[in-house]
Each structure stands twice: as structure tokens, then as C-alpha cells.
């Protein structure tokens, strides 16, 4: 019974290290949402069985994914920044257009006056 929950387990973990190597916040998100899916699983099993199934390798699993948690995390916060950042400077961008273009045209920065 708890040979499925083990590779529940260890297929959660191989997913967490695929989300630690990765530098793409596609992939990134993908991993989490499968994450998201097998901790489902594992919660319904558990449920299913009328308390919380454990042993000694779904244990090892469980201290293998908190050390990788936190590689992980201080990863996802930098790409969070990455992305805020990315969407302030299109705002930026978006607002400095708005603002002149009755009279300029604005690219990437740089006015042009078309008054004539």
C-alpha cells in the first residue's frame, strides 16, 4: 500500500530537482503545477486511508525535497523580481507613449517630435 505513495514521493522529488536545475520560468511553473498535483494525490491517499501513511524511504524523500526547497525558493524570488521588474518597464514604457503621443512618437526611450 505505501509502494504507491512511495513513488508518488520520488516522483515529486524528481520534479523539485527538475524546478532547481532549471533557469526557465516556464519550466519553472510547469514543475509546480505538477507538484500541485502529486501532493493531491498524496493528500487523497492519505485521507482514503484514515491517517497519514509513512516509512522510512517516504521519510528520506521528504528531508531530500526540504534541502531542495530551499535552493528553490531563493531561485523562484529572483525570477519574481525578474518578472516585477520586466513589468514595470513596459508600464513605464506603456505611460511615457500615452503621455506624448499626440505630438511624439516615443521608442524605446527616444521622442520624435512630429509637430509641424
Not at 7 to 24: G, H, R
Not at 54 to 74: F, G, K, S, W
Not at 105 to 113: R, T
Request: with cysteine; net charge negative; aromatic share 8%.
Amino acid at each position: 500500500m505505501l509502494n504507491q505513495k512511495e513513488e508518488w514521493f520520488k516522483q515529486f522529488y524528481e520534479v523539485t530537482l527538475e524546478a532547481t536545475e532549471s533557469k526557465d520560468p516556464d519550466q519553472i511553473a510547469a514543475c509546480m503545477d505538477e507538484r500541485e498535483k502529486l501532493i493531491g494525490k498524496i493528500d487523497e491517499y492519505d485521507q482514503l486511508a484514515g491517517r497519514v501513511l509513512m516509512n522510512d524511504a517516504i521519510q528520506a524523500y521528504i528531508q531530500d525535497i526540504q534541502r531542495l526547497d530551499q535552493v528553490l525558493l531563493p531561485h523562484m524570488e529572483v525570477q519574481k523580481q525578474e518578472t516585477m521588474e520586466k513589468i514595470r518597464s513596459l508600464k513605464n514604457g506603456r505611460l511615457l507613449k500615452n503621455q506624448y503621443s499626440p505630438h511624439y512618437q516615443v521608442s524605446d526611450g527616444l521622442f520624435y517630435d512630429k509637430r509641424k
